[in-house]
Nanobody, 113 residues
Framework: QVQFVESGGGLVQPGGSLRLSCTAS????????MDWYRQAPGKGREWIAR???????KYKDSVEGRFFVFRDNSKNTTYLQMERLKPEDTAVYYC???????WGQGTQVTVSS
């Protein structure tokens, strides 16, 4: 079963940028839908972005225009480029396919001055 490993999180000031990576244990080109999710402290996990083979992309309203998802199948990796970060973007970020497979560890993003 495919597994995903997220990386690239960290502490960033409001207005800053980060690029998250999601590397698959299998050939990314064989995976259609790749989604990014996040879970803020005390809240449930929420979907924020999708990219498929098209590549068709779709975003949650709260991140559209600030977050950009893209994939590099040659590296079996999907990326989430996050711009103009806000404190409310603080969360653990995860990637997964659809239907979901077991979740990875995620990567922590903290936006704070």
């Amino acid at each position: 079963q495919v597994q995903f490993v997220e990386s690239g999180g960290g502490l960033v000031q409001p207005g800053g940028s980060l690029r998250l990576s999601c590397t698959a244990s299998t050939i990314m080109a064989n995976i259609d839908d790749m989604d990014w999710y996040r879970q803020a402290p005390g809240k449930g996990r929420e979907w924020i972005a999708r990219i498929n083979k098209g590549p068709y992309v779709k975003y949650k309203d709260s991140v559209e225009g600030r977050f950009f998802v893209f994939r590099d199948n040659s590296k079996n990796t999907t990326y989430l480029q996050m711009e103009r970060l806000k404190p409310e973007d603080t969360a653990v970020y995860y990637c997964n396919t659809f239907p979901n497979v077991p979740w990875g560890q995620g990567t922590q993003v903290t936006v704070s001055s």
